[in-house]
C-alpha cells in the first residue's frame, strides 16, 4: 500500500500552474513575479521554479495576504441500476441528473471544474460510485499501480459446488486471458481475489477496472452475473443507510 506521503505528494501541483489559473501571473512571467513580491508556501519564501504547493491543503501567501484555497468536491453516490456514467442523453439515464443542483452549481461558481466519475459503473452495475472536481485525485485512484482496491458483491447464473470455487478462486489469482469483447481490448487480468459467500453469491477484490471486467471473468469460466454491486473503494464502504440515488460528501484522505 502507498504512504501517506506518497498520496499527499500526488496533489501537489507546480506554483507557477498554480498562479497562472489564478491569473496572478503567467507561467513565463512566474520568476519575475517572485522576485517582487514576497511569496511564501506554509511560511517558506518561494524563490525558484521548484516551488509546488496543495490549492486545498497548504497555505500560501503573496505579501502576507493569504490566497484563498480552493476545496474540490468529494462526493459517493450509491448508484441505482439503468443509469449510465456520462453527461451524454441516450437509452439511459445519467449519473449526473441525480446529483442536487447545489453541487453542480458550486463547481461552476468556484471554478473548480466539470463534476466528473471516478472511473464508472455500468448501467445494469450499482452501489459505490465516486465523483470529484479534482482530476489529480481521480487519476491517482484509478492508476492500478497505486494499489486502491475496489470490492463487488456478485451473483452467480450458475450455482458452484465446493470443487468448481477453488478453480475459480485459482483462477481469479492467477489472472485470466480475457479476449476481445465489444470496447474491450484482450488482455490478461491481473491476479485478484474471490471469496465466496455462498454457492451463488461471492466478494471480488481487485484494483484495477477495464471494461466489463468482473463481468467477462466469470463469463470466461463458463458463468454470467446477474447482480454486480461495489460496496467499497479503498477505504470508503457504500453506508448501509445511503439509498440508491442519495449522495454523501467524503473527504479525499477518507480513502486511503
Avoid: W
Avoid at 448508484?79 to 452549481?105: F, I, M, Q, W
Amino acid at each position: 500500500m502507498m504512504q501517506k506521503s506518497e498520496f499527499e505528494e500526488a496533489f501537489l501541483e507546480p506554483l507557477d500552474h498554480i498562479f497562472e489559473k489564478r491569473g496572478l501571473c503567467s507561467k513565463r512571467a512566474f520568476l519575475t513575479f517572485i522576485r517582487e513580491n514576497q511569496v511564501y508556501v506554509n511560511e517558506e519564501k518561494v524563490s525558484d521554479r521548484k516551488a509546488r504547493a496543495d490549492i486545498e491543503k497548504d497555505i500560501i501567501k503573496i505579501n502576507g495576504k493569504l490566497l484563498p484555497a480552493k476545496k474540490h468536491l468529494y462526493l459517493m453516490m450509491n448508484k441505482p441500476l439503468d443509469y449510465v456514467c456520462t453527461y451524454n442523453l441516450g437509452l439511459h439515464k445519467n449519473v449526473y441528473s441525480l446529483l442536487a443542483e447545489k453541487y453542480l452549481r458550486l463547481a461552476e461558481e468556484e471554478g473548480l471544474g466539470k463534476i466528473h466519475t471516478i472511473g464508472r459503473l455500468d448501467a445494469d452495475s450499482c452501489g459505490l460510485l465516486l465523483f470529484t472536481t479534482n482530476g489529480k485525485f481521480s487519476n491517482f485512484i484509478t492508476r492500478p499501480e497505486n494499489h486502491v482496491f475496489k470490492s463487488y458483491y456478485v451473483e452467480l447464473a450458475k450455482g458452484l459446488k465446493k470443487e468448481e470455487q477453488d478453480f475459480y478462486i485459482e483462477s481469479f489469482a492467477r489472472g485470466i486471458f480475457l479476449p476481445e469483447f465489444k470496447h474491450g481490448n484482450a488482455f490478461t487480468t491481473k491476479g485478484c481475489h474471490l471469496e465466496f459467500l455462498s454457492e451463488k453469491a461471492g466478494m471480488v477484490t481487485l484494483n484495477e477496472g477495464k471494461f466489463r471486467q468482473i463481468r467477462r471473468m466469470f463469463l470466461e469460466l463458463g458463468n454470467q452475473v446477474i447482480v454486480l454491486k461495489r460496496l467499497k473503494e479503498g477505504k470508503l464502504l457504500l453506508p448501509e443507510g445511503l439509498k440508491e440515488g442519495e449522495v454523501l460528501p467524503f473527504g479525499r484522505e477518507d480513502i486511503f
